[in-house]
């Protein structure tokens, strides 16, 4: 049996670029619970991005599903930096909907791994959008700071206030 146990929550009282966690204990694997909004004013989508340690310059390849109201797609492409974790309401759209992302880390803490991300997200907007992500680092090594940003179509954005990300381990019992 798994146990889960809360190792952090961060509300965003104002905007903000980012939310780093780097307090991550000693756990078999991680998950991230996302209730957030983009503040970009305008019709692109938003995304939430993930970067591990520090490195800017890393690559991770993303594979995704989606469905945005009668249309399913998939694509598989190279993100830098890290990737995409799913997609996140924006301001344009609807400004008191927030978007829930689900981000689960596997092996985090192998030094021989390459390290393998699963996402889940909803939103709504004009419609409902749902993605289902897999990602895994071009390089290896333990995990030991994580960075939520977001990405938006050629603009630079932030987390809008009201955000709330919260970090869990898991562990064997």
Request: charged content about 15%; hydrophobic content about 30%.
């Amino acid at each position: 049996m798994a146990i889960i146990e809360a190792i952090e929550t961060v509300y965003l009282e104002a905007d903000a670029a980012s939310v780093t966690f780097d307090s991550l204990g000693a756990y078999e694997h991680l998950r991230i619970h996302i209730s957030g909004q983009s503040n970009y004013d305008n019709s692109t989508a938003a995304y939430p991005l993930i970067e591990f340690n520090g490195d800017t310059s890393s690559t991770c390849w993303t594979y995704r599903v989606e469905g945005y109201g009668t249309t399913v797609g998939n694509n598989a492409a190279s993100r830098t930096p890290g990737g995409y974790c799913g997609r996140t309401a924006n301001a344009y759209r609807q400004s008191d909907t927030f978007g829930g992302t689900l981000v689960t880390i596997l092996d985090y803490r192998s030094a021989l791994k390459n390290p393998t991300i699963q996402t889940v997200s909803t939103t709504t907007g004009n419609s409902t959008t749902s993605q289902i992500n897999m990602m895994q680092m071009d390089e290896g090594g333990a995990i030991t700071e994580i960075k939520i940003l977001i990405a938006a179509g050629g603009g630079g954005t932030a987390w809008r206030r009201g955000t709330t990300m919260s970090l869990y381990g898991i562990k064997s019992s």
